[in-house]
């Protein structure tokens, strides 16, 4: 999953984006409104943390403007914790919010039950066949045994999980496995497959010859 952070305070861009690593997530950062829509506009995130204050364009703005071509899930951020701006926030689009001082834990957890929404997921644990997927433990059992899986691995099962039944193009899952930053080559995508169908089962994951992969 890849999440857009729009935050000004760098201190707490920073310590946001490595907890989001560190919880599996690609992170794009951007510390303004106008780079955060331009960024949001022209990429498809799982979900977005929209800060209010921000200088130049406000996180209100920023919203409104999404809105207008995009329905990408956000969560924002309001340093104050009075209704107008709850009201506001939730008017402009938001699915969620979090006023500040916020606990981390709280705003990773929301999160998860954003984009699990979107998907249209009820339960943070998917079972496909005799596997079972944990999205907010990130781990994952095959027959009721632990699977030790790479961050990357983890990663590509969660998103293809999340969106079973759908073919997933390559270009989505690099869109959605990789943050801006990335250079990973290209064929990597085709070795973290191979990996994960030695651990998991070679029918668990379907290629779809010139569409993409589908867990089934
Ligand atoms: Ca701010």
Redesign the pocket.
């Known amino acids: 999953m890849r999440l857009l952070i729009i ?3 760098p201190d ?1 861009l920073d310590s946001l984006a490595e907890a989001m690593r560190e919880d599996g997530y690609a992170v794009d950062e951007a510390t303004d409104g106008e780079d955060g829509l331009s960024k949001a506009l022209y990429s498809n995130y799982d979900a977005i943390v929209l ?5 130049g364009m406000s ?1 209100f703005t920023v919203l409104e403007k999404l809105r207008l071509k995009k329905k990408t899930p956000v969560l924002v ?1 309001t ?1 104050r914790s009075a209704t107008p701006d709850r009201v506001r926030g939730l008017d402009a689009g938001a699915d969620d919010y979090l006023p ?1 001082p916020y606990e981390l834990p709280e705003l990773l957890a929301r999160i998860r039950a954003l984009i699990r929404r979107t998907a249209g997921n009820a339960s943070t644990v998917i079972r496909i066949q005799d596997v079972s997927i944990d999205f907010a433990a990130h781990t994952v059992t095959k027959a009721g045994t632990a699977i030790l899986l790479t961050a990357r691995e983890l990663a590509l099962v969660e998103y293809l999980a999340q969106h079973r039944g759908r073919i997933i193009t390559r270009e989505q899952l690099y869109e959605h496995l990789f943050d801006e930053n990335d250079d990973t080559l290209s064929n990597l995508l085709d070795v973290h497959v191979s990996h994960l169908r030695k651990k998991l089962g070679h029918e668990f994951i379907t290629t779809r010859r010139g569409l993409g992969y589908v867990i089934e």
């Open positions: 935050e000004d305070e707490l800060d209010v204050m921000l200088p996180g951020l340093a500040k």
